[in-house]
């Protein structure tokens, strides 16, 4: 039986929090035992871990500027401080922090790749230097990306010359169908219009909520009779209801929260919508899919992956406001076209189911 550790930065409500999670209790226990250590002790996708699952907590509180502050130690010194036990392979399954220190572990190793960065600048922003990052990542025996857009900026902005591949997030296909079947208290069971949800973060510059909003409000002002409702919670709350308040949409554009189970809300819904400025592997983009519902989505990394690169799965539109609004507008609009996509969604969705997903890691592990 191999040791493996899985290290993150903590278990919050992101979503490679999420998709670590469920790859350490989808992998066979038979055959690794597996630990998620934490550099802090905080998060809500905590109490999601298994019992099967050895869990290890760091700091107990996130304090600011935790990233720039780890830059002052070296790689080997916080791997020294930080791994204590030894293993067969060790994961760092996020960018910064993690990747340094795993960088100086004295044995196999693979780093997790979830987004696409901008630049040298901030490919690098929690490394020293450009240098200490290329040298960092050059010394894993392997480099995972969760999407082949997210390999292939990774590999044109760096010097990393290690293997590198693609693997798909992996997502707990049957907790989300049963998790879906919940009541979710009416808020969704809206038959006199079209009921469009989103899930994620609130934050304006990440999310892009606040051009979603105003799709809405377009969408209304066309004769489109729809509801927006927005699943999450971020620093952008407040920012965004004002928007809502401004725009006159607050009967029909609704900001739930946070809530344990997004999936009985997406599951009522007539659209699931993308809205985002940058993902690496939209998680719930996947959990849409999942559940068979019709997605639109702008062009982030790994959208054409789980959409199809001629829009065979869902509706694919460029990255801004009204590309958004016309893939949202035809979708709505053009007859049939809901029902297509549904049942395209439903195909769709089998290719992520968490057995498949967890055997390719499976198989990534065996091979270091």
Known sequence: MKKVLFLIHDLGCGGAEK????????????????????????????KY???????????????????????????????KLIIKEDYDIVVSFLEGPCSRIVSSYNG???????????????ISSSFRSFKEMN???????????????????????????????VLYNVNQTDYIIEKSL???????????????????????????YERLIAIHKRLLEQGVNNKLYILGEGPDHKKLQALIDVLGVKETC????FDDNPYKFVANADLFVCSSYKEGFSTAVTEALVLGIPVVSTEVSGAKELLGYNNEYGIVTDNNENALYE?????????GLLIHYKKQAEIRGKKFSADKTTKAVEKMLESL
Not at 19 to 37: F, G, S
Not at 108 to 122: N, P
Request: hydrophobic share 40%.
């Open 182 to 208: 919940e009541k979710q208290d009416s808020v969704l069971h809206n038959d006199d219009c079209v009921n469009i949800v989103s899930v994620g973060r609130l934050i304006i510059n990440h999310k892009g």
């Open 19 to 46: 998709v670590l999670t469920n790859l350490v209790n989808n992998l066979d226990k038979t055959k690794y035992e597996v630990t998620i250590q934490t550099l802090f002790d905080v998060g809500i996708n905590k």
């Open 49 to 79: 871990i298994s019992k099967k699952v050895n869990y290890i907590g760091g700091w107990k509180k996130m304090f600011p500027g935790n990233v720039t502050l780890m830059k002052l130690f070296s790689p080997k010194f916080l791997c």
């Open 108 to 122: 196999k190793k693979a780093a997790w790749i979830h987004i696409e960065h901008a630049s040298e600048k901030t």
């Open 327 to 335: 893939g949202m507008y035809k979708m709505l609009t053009k007859d």
């Open 254 to 257: 609704v900001l739930l929260g």
């Open 135 to 165: 040298n960092c990542y050059n010394s894993f025996n392997k480099i995972i990306c969760v999407a082949e857009t997210v390999k292939s900026n990774f590999l044109r902005l760096s010097d990393v010359k290690c293997p590198c591949e």
